[in-house]
């Protein structure tokens, strides 16, 4: 079983910037995409951004121009950069490898004042 992991998260005052990590068990180049999705407090898990095989990227609407997706191959992770975080980011990041089962546990991003 393929192991995921999300580092960072936090508490973050509206405006504020963080920063993810995620790693995994197996080497992230063997899927086709490396992907970021969310769920606020109550609500359903949506889509966040990804990055693919070839390095191209894909934003939802809600984080252009805000959010910042890269990745390190040699060390084997990728990150998520978040900067002027709104109450509206509140939720549990969740990495995800490609289409496939292989998510993480969630990290915790609570901006608030």
């Known amino acids: 079983q393929v192991q995921v992991e999300e580092s960072g998260g936090g508490l973050v005052q509206p405006g504020g910037s963080l920063g993810l990590s995620c790693t995994a068990s197996e080497l992230i180049v063997r899927y086709s995409a490396v992907n970021w999705y969310r769920q606020p407090p109550g609500q359903g898990r949506e889509f966040v951004v990804s990055i693919e095989k070839d390095g191209a990227t894909n934003y939802a609407d809600s984080v252009k121009g805000r959010f910042s997706i890269s990745r390190d191959t040699a060390k084997n992770m990728v990150y998520l950069q978040m900067v002027n975080l709104t109450p509206e980011d509140t939720a549990v990041y969740y990495c995800?490898?490609?289409?496939?089962?292989?998510w993480g546990k969630g990290a915790l991003v609570n901006v608030s004042s």
């Open positions: 995800r490898l490609g289409q496939t089962s292989f």
